[in-house]
């Protein structure tokens, strides 16, 4: 649900981005070793984010998953299923599906001691709405009433700075008015944008993104960009997810290979990448200390529309070579270990039949087929330019190998070993920066982790008209319509059926190159126990026990 148009239409809300990675290990996470009394910390690989930890304005992986260590909203998704849980809501009323009335719990205090009252959701949910305050998850609000105003789509001047739809009416509870009838809004109110606020927040805002204090079962103690962030269990936390450690110490790792030599060295707890390279001798060096687990992941090659090399007739058939030059069989065996899968699809075999996927969706045009390949490639008016780099960040997720893979499939099948090649970017905030910045000049990576089960977070998100996480900014009026109907269905299946035709539309243009299905992987030490990942590929760092 990350499209600047807002969603309409959603079935069961599931987590966004859930725990936090990083490193340092041993003593150098600040542990007390082995005492098992929930006070040692444990380290762990993380990335940086790519802009300050505003709950509004992260919607990538890597600040998303501190989000979900330093704060707890209305809803929390089980780590386990991902069905969306009361956490700070006492009930949720509505008789129409559209009015609702919110009551939340009382007792709960940010880790600052300032209480958590319905002015603290109400204020955050204005703040993020604002146009001028220009927070990327603006578009989670859109379905309150009033949203046209403080946030126009259409260029026009900012009229408001609240939305009309969100009102207090005592210490404990508002209510919302939506624009529109949306039934399952209550589940998606566990994702990291409708997260509450302090004061403090408001009134010296840089300080507190220097050091974000939230009301979840961590605080954070430091952090210094490049190198790492600490945080620390806040033992005043009223959640019952209390932490089981101490903390975690988040160490930078502008490569997953050093990473993982650090906990085979001992100087590490816990990588949430296992890079490439290792796959063939994870077994043997962690046993059952290795997870490797199904999740809502898929990884695309998406394209610059907003250069018109790409956005020219004839172009789709150029994109649909490069997809049929792509040995996906061979390069998930060789380089993933079968740790990927071959997309046939643009969603995830995760949701199942019901929630969306359909296998095989992509028909021909995700098979390889370098006779094929060359001919589209040719009737398409051949490569723009000559030749194609495929642009990604070089710091974590074994990028680079499968990159090097893909541009060989390519340069092979079109019989040309200048077609295609790597455009490494050294991390990946610059990688993000470079993206938002509309700097790609060919094909880049577009890995996709879901924030909910539903093939909607596979599509609208990504492929909508000025969706938010629509990084090449392609668009399509049939697309649009189609999504736009499915988002007013009420009938599940209905709407269901509704976003495959849409995902069509994606397939025919090849709005984007579906590459493969991905596993969460991930690798601990022996200090560690009770690890595991949730649906999203992320560790459920909350539970995991150190001694």
Same mark, same amino acid.
């Given at each position: *649900? ?46 940086d984010p790519q802009n300050p930890l505003e709950p509004a304005n992260t919607n990538e992986v890597q600040g998303g998953k501190v989000l979900d ?21 006492? %009930? ?10 919110? @009551? ?5 205090? /940010? ?7 319905? %002015? ?20 989670? /609000?859109?379905?309150? &009433?009033?949203?046209?105003? @403080? ?9 408001? &700075? ?6 207090? @009416? ?52 430091? !952090? ?7 945080? %620390? ?5 009223p959640g019952s997810d209390k932490a089981q450690n101490g903390g975690v110490t988040l160490k930078v790792y502008t490569d997953n290979n050093t ?12 990588? &949430? ?7 063939? +001798? ?23 529309? !907003?250069?018109?090399?790409? +956005? @020219?007739?004839? *172009? ?10 792509? +040995? ?35 028909? &021909? ?42 541009? +060989? ?34 094909? /880049? ?50 709407? #269901? ?7 069509? #539309? ?42």
């Amino acid at each position: *649900m990350r499209g600047a148009t807002h969603a309409r239409w959603a079935a069961c809300a599931a987590a966004a981005a859930l725990a936090a990675t990083g490193c340092g290990g041993g003593d150098s996470g600040g542990g007390s070793g082995g005492s098992g009394d929930g006070s040692a910390v444990l380290s762990s690989s993380w990335g940086d984010p790519q802009n300050p930890l505003e709950p509004a304005n992260t919607n990538e992986v890597q600040g998303g998953k501190v989000l979900d260590m330093i704060f707890r909203s209305l809803k929390k998704y089980n780590p386990e299923t991902g069905k969306a849980e009361d956490m700070l809501a006492e %009930k949720i009323e509505t008789s129409d599906s559209q009015n609702f009335t919110i @009551t939340v719990k009382s007792g709960w205090t /940010f880790s600052n001691g300032e209480k958590v009252t319905a %002015k603290s959701f109400v204020d955050a949910w204005n703040y993020g709405a604002s146009l001028k305050n220009n927070q990327k998850n603006a578009y989670f /609000f859109g379905y309150i &009433d009033g949203y046209d105003k @403080t946030h126009p789509e259409d260029g026009s001047k900012q009229t408001a &700075d609240t939305l009309s739809g969100l009102k207090v @009416t005592g210490t404990n509870t508002f209510t919302v008015k939506l624009n529109q009838k949306f039934s399952t809004f209550p589940d998606t109110l566990g994702y990291p944008a409708y997260a509450p606020l302090p004061q403090a927040f408001f009134t010296d805002h840089a300080a507190w993104v220097k050091k974000p204090v939230g009301n979840g079962p961590y605080t954070i103690e430091s !952090y210094t960009k490049g190198s790492q962030m600490a945080l %620390k269990k806040w033992d005043g936390y009223p959640g019952s997810d209390k932490a089981q450690n101490g903390g975690v110490t988040l160490k930078v790792y502008t490569d997953n290979n050093t990473a993982y030599t650090d906990l085979m060295a001992g100087n590490l707890d816990l990588v &949430d990448d296992v890079p490439a390279a290792q796959l063939k +001798n994870v077994k043997s060096d962690l046993g059952d200390r290795y997870i490797n687990t199904p999740a809502g992941i898929i990884q695309t090659l998406a394209f610059p529309f !907003y250069d018109k090399q790409w +956005n @020219t007739a004839g *172009m789709e058939k150029v994109r649909t070579g490069l997809s049929r030059a792509i +040995n996906r069989d061979q390069i998930t065996q060789t380089i993933f270990q079968k740790t990927r899968t071959p997309a046939t699809d643009w969603t995830s075999p995760v949701l199942g039949a019901d929630g969306g996927y359909k296998e095989g969706l992509c028909g &021909d045009a995700c098979d390889y087929d370098p006779a094929e390949a060359k001919k589209l490639v040719q009737e398409g008016g051949g490569l723009p330019g000559g030749g194609i780099k495929i642009t990604y960040n070089a710091d974590t997720g074994s990028h680079k190998q499968w990159v090097d893979a893909v541009c +060989n499939s390519i340069n092979n099948a079109l019989g040309n070993d200048k077609a295609c090649v790597g455009n490494p970017v050294g991390t990946f905030a610059d990688f993000r920066s470079q993206i938002t910045a509309k700097k790609m000049s060919g094909p /880049f990576r577009a890995g996709w982790q879901m924030d909910y089960p539903l093939i909607q977070n596979f599509l609208q998100p990504l492929y909508y008209t000025n969706a938010s996480s629509n990084d090449g900014k392609w668009s399509n009026k049939d697309f649009d319509k189609l999504v736009n109907e499915a988002n007013a269905e009420t009938d599940t299946a209905k709407a #269901v059926e509704t976003f495959q035709e849409a995902e069509k #539309v994606v397939r025919d243009n090849m709005a984007a190159i579906p590459l493969w299905y991905q596993n969460g992987s991930a690798g601990y030490s022996e200090r560690l126990s009770n690890v595991k990942l949730n649906p999203f590929s992320v560790p459920v760092y909350n539970e995991i026990k150190v001694g």
